[in-house]
């Protein structure tokens, strides 16, 4: 059967079709660019299961969120999932996967605390940047990925979750990211954007300052 690929991350300059099955080994394609993203198209065999995953401008890793399955593996990965059948046709979840953020902030350092008070200034003292998301309503496998951007916009790195519950929908899960203040770090506006499942959630940004003046009252609260 033909299969059509769509990456829809339409700022990449490039990107290639990371696709792993036991018939065809390992393979990556180069994506053709369209108006709405970029796009391919392969001819996929029956009683194959085929992982696959967007791999973006070398850098960036991204699930397909219009995939029939999203399956973990064991070295803590996860990947988009194609499985055919022997009559040819493409197996379903029975059930409807669903995740919902709840909320989302900047912080120094990973507490549990339902009063925290998130802030977005910080400076080379502080050790880390961390963000913390709390998500709700959650059921089935989903990759989280927050993208990290440096104060001149070049992206700096992708941090990668696998957020999940089998059995029945769960609230209050909460998921931290983090990056390391060297004294490298340029100092600015960084910017950091969420996706959950391959699909862009929000933007938001915080600052990492050149001294400690102004850190404490730069304090911020940011709700969903």
Same mark, same amino acid.
């Given at each position: #059967?033909r299969?059509?690929?769509?990456?829809?991350?339409?700022?990449?300059?490039?990107v290639?079709?990371?696709i792993?099955?036991?018939?065809?080994?390992k393979?990556?394609i180069?994506m053709?660019?369209k108006e709405?993203g970029?796009?391919c198209?392969l001819?996929l065999s029956?009683?194959?299961i085929y992982?696959?995953i967007f791999?973006?401008?070398?850098?960036?890793?991204?699930?397909?969120f219009?995939?029939?399955?999203?399956?973990?593996t064991?070295?803590?990965q996860?990947?988009s999932?194609i499985?055919i059948n022997?009559?040819?046709?493409i197996?379903t979840?029975?059930?409807?996967?669903s995740i919902y953020?709840?909320?989302?902030?900047?912080?120094n350092?990973?507490?549990e605390?339902?009063k925290?008070?998130?802030?977005?200034a910080?400076?080379?003292?502080d050790r880390?940047?961390?963000?913390r998301i709390v998500?709700?309503?959650?059921?089935?496998?989903h990759?989280?990925s927050?993208?990290w951007?440096?104060?001149?916009?070049?992206f700096?790195?992708?941090?990668?979750?696998?957020v999940w519950s089998?059995e029945?929908k #769960?609230?209050n899960?909460?998921e931290?990211?983090y990056m390391?203040?060297?004294?490298?770090m340029?100092?600015?506006?960084?910017?950091?954007?969420?996706?959950?499942?391959?699909?862009?959630?929000?933007e938001?940004?915080?600052?990492?300052?050149?001294t400690v003046?102004?850190v404490?009252?730069?304090?911020?609260?940011?709700?969903i």
């Open positions: #059967m299969y059509r690929f769509e990456c829809t991350y339409l700022e990449a300059e490039r290639f079709l990371e792993i099955s036991e018939k065809m080994g393979r990556y180069p053709e660019r709405d970029f796009t198209e001819e029956p009683s194959d992982k696959y791999v973006i401008d070398d850098n960036i890793r991204l699930i397909d219009s995939a029939p399955f999203t399956i973990p064991e070295d803590g996860i990947y999932c499985a022997a009559g040819g046709e197996l979840y029975d059930f409807e996967p953020v709840k909320d989302f902030g900047f912080c350092e990973a507490k605390d339902e925290m008070l998130y802030k977005r910080f400076s080379k003292k880390k940047v961390c963000v998500y709700t309503e959650v059921l089935g496998f990759q989280s927050i993208l951007y440096k104060p001149d916009g070049e700096f790195a992708q941090s990668s979750g696998i089998d029945e #769960m609230d899960i909460t931290w990211h390391e203040i060297g004294e490298e340029p100092t600015g506006r960084w910017k950091v954007k969420l996706f959950i499942d391959g699909l862009y959630i929000l938001d940004y915080f600052v990492i300052t050149p003046y102004g404490e009252s730069g304090i911020l609260k940011t709700r």
